[in-house]
T-cell receptor, first 112, second 112 residues
Framework: KAGVTQTPRYLIKTRGQQVTLSCSPI?????VSWYQQTPGQGLQFLFEYFSETQRNKGNFPGRFSGRQFSNSRSEMNVSTLELGDSALYLC???????????FGQGTRLTVV | GIQVEQSPPDLILQEGANSTLRCNFS?????LQWFHQNPWGQLINLFYIPSGTKQNGRLSATTVATERYSLLYISSSQTTDSGVYFCAVEPRTGAGSYQLTFGKGTKLSVIP
């Protein structure tokens, strides 16, 4: 069974640009959640999607958005990039609330 | 929201030594997982353990849900065990949305 796949693995963007990251969950998993990891703030929850609906959102500005498609693949978008958005972005998939979550390899975003 | 505290923050061990990592959480949980973050940033699942005891080779974990803590035991440590270990929980009071709250991690260094 294939694991969680995130693309791209690395990105370098300029301040003010926007970026889209992709996450393909484990087959059969309908929940996809996104996390941001920085040295200062650690791992923080961004948002979670289930069956194309955003069920929960963390404390991030509106520049951070996401969506989920009918095949459960998810994308997150960050607009008007700031230097502080430089981070490792991790995606997790799970089948149901309370069950084990599995993470992808992450996308490392650098904003210059 | 739920608070997760991990201790110790840093741990240096001689190869072959044993260690215990602790995770305290502030509320009832529906899910608790231990992860090892590899040098490339991926979170590797170690245990899904909302309660009870599990063992996997040299690693074992115990969660005492009524007392709100979990322990990760590493025996006969090897240099490949080095890295950051995270505890993550999902509160029982969640709104049915999958959201993990992470501790700040324990950075383990195993020296030959």
């Amino acid at each position: 069974k294939a694991g969680v796949t995130q693309t791209p693995r690395y990105l370098i963007k300029t301040r003010g640009q926007q970026v889209t990251l992709s996450c393909s969950p484990i087959s059969g998993h309908r929940s996809v959640s996104w996390y941001q990891q920085t040295p200062g703030q650690g791992l923080q929850f961004l948002f979670e999607y289930f069956s194309e609906t955003q069920r929960n959102k963390g404390n991030f500005p509106g520049r951070f958005s996401g969506r989920q498609f009918s095949n459960s693949r998810s994308e997150m978008n960050v607009s008007t990039l700031e230097l502080g958005d430089s981070a490792l972005y991790l995606c997790a998939s799970s089948s149901l609330w309370g069950t084990e979550a599995f993470f992808g390899q992450g996308t490392r975003l650098t904003v210059v | 929201g739920i608070q997760v505290e991990q201790s110790p923050p840093d741990l240096i061990l001689q190869e072959g030594a044993n260690s215990t990592l602790r995770c305290n959480f502030s509320d009832s949980v529906n899910n608790l997982q231990w992860f090892h973050q590899n040098p490339w940033g991926q979170l590797i699942n170690l245990f899904y353990i909302p309660s009870g005891t599990k063992q996997n080779g040299r690693l074992s974990a115990t969660t005492v849900a009524t007392e709100r803590y979990s322990l990760l035991y590493i025996s006969s440590s090897q240099t490949t065990d080095s890295g950051v270990y995270f505890c993550a929980v999902e509160p029982r009071t969640g709104a049915g949305s999958y959201q993990l709250t992470f501790g700040k991690g324990t950075k383990l260094s195993v020296i030959p």
